[in-house]
């Protein structure tokens, strides 16, 4: 049967098939091809979208605002101070008025609950940016840019290390399920994803032939793996009275020359990004002078080495946020 996904809304991978997701994938695909050839796609001319940002954000951003020009569409960016959502105004009366203006919603902020209450009740497709909880978006760049590195996606080793219970380690778990790559989170007990997911993610890896694993072992995370990824210590969101504790929690699973030579030479090394692998950031020159540590969930040595694709993964974000609103839209 054919996938048609005209209408919904793509809040969490949970709510999509494996099949519907491939679809995406593909679809991504066939926009990157688009892009490099220069051909043009304004596929959804004359119709609008508007993006939510609570929080700050370099890839999603940048991806929705060149999708949709790209797809012919206008585009609308309120960010935390000038929207009256929230503050003046409720979630459900702001999903209505963008509704009447718009044809679909991206948002990124806070809990999972604000984005499915702004989908029931803004009649347009609402796509979920980021939470606290999920980031479905990246999921779709990420398995478009494994595949393309490594050929296949069924039947791979995919490791995430560190902080696994964030919403990218959350995602990352389901969609590995969905798909048929073997899951592993390898960090501290204290940061794994929620009990109640693993169960949810374990019966649907069963389906589709795969495991989920859980270890606090280093090597044993990292043995044969055919993707090692990682993410920040503090989401956004977070305090940053955290940074002392998360620093002791997870530095033993910092991503580093070790991990990569026990994964297999093949490997390629992952991450979302933004990311602390030197200090030439605000943050990283200070978690520098107030902890004395340079790099954080990756090493300087692995971020720039020839397996680390973070900057292709970046890249699909766009062919593949494209694909979601040309999906939802069409
Ligand atoms: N990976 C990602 O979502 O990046 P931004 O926070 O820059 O959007
Ligand atoms: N876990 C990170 C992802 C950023 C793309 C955060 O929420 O800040």
């Known amino acids: ?5 005209s209408g919904r809304s793509f809040l969490k991978l949970l709510d999509f098939t494996p099949a519907e997701i491939t679809y995406l994938i593909d679809l991504a695909d066939d926009f990157k091809r688009l892009k490099r050839t220069g051909t043009p796609h304004r596929y959804l001319e004359g119709k609008n979208i508007v993006l939510l940002f609570e929080k700050t954000s ?12 790209d797809l012919g569409m206008g585009v609308t960016y309120l960010d935390p101070g000038s929207s009256q959502m929230g503050k003046k105004e409720s979630i459900e009366d702001t999903a209505r008025v963008l ?15 604000i984005v499915e209450d702004l989908a029931r009740n803004a009649g347009v497709p609402v796509w979920n940016g980021l939470t606290t909880e999920f980031h479905p978006t990246q999921m779709i760049a990420d398995m478009m840019t494994i ?19 964030n919403n990218v380690g959350n995602s990352l778990m389901v969609v590995c399920a969905k798909l048929g790559l073997n899951f592993t989170a390898c960090g501290p007990a204290a940061q794994m994803p929620d009990a109640e997911l693993v169960e949810t993610c374990r019966s649907i890896a069963a389906e589709n032939g795969c ?10 995370g990292t043995r044969d793996a055919d993707v090692i990824y990682t993410d920040i210590w503090v989401s956004m969101g977070e ?6 504790e998360r620093i002791k929690l997870l530095k033993p699973y910092q991503v580093n020359a070790a991990a990569m030579a026990n994964a297999k030479p093949t490997a390629i090394f992952m991450h979302c990004l933004p990311s602390f692998h030197d200090t030439k950031t605000t943050i ?8 004395g540590l340079t790099e954080m969930e990756v090493t300087d040595e692995v971020f720039e080495s020839a397996q680390s694709v ?7 974000r766009m062919h593949s946020i494209k694909a979601v609103m040309y999906a939802t839209l069409k």
């Open 99 to 113: 509704g009447r203006m718009y044809d679909g919603i991206e948002y990124r902020g806070f809990a999972q609950e």
């Open 1 to 5: 049967m054919g996938v048609n996904l």
């Open 211 to 220: 495991t989920v694993t859980l270890t606090e072992d280093f090597d044993a």
């Open 284 to 291: 990283g020159a200070e978690i520098a002078e107030k902890f």
């Open 58 to 69: 370099t890839r999603t951003r940048c991806s929705f605002e060149v999708s949709g020009m």
């Open 239 to 244: 305090p940053d009275s955290l940074w002392a």
């Open 147 to 165: 595949r393309e590195k490594l050929g296949r996606l069924k039947g791979l080793n995919f490791t995430f290390m560190g902080d696994a219970g």
């Open 310 to 316: 973070v900057f292709d993964e970046a890249e699909n």
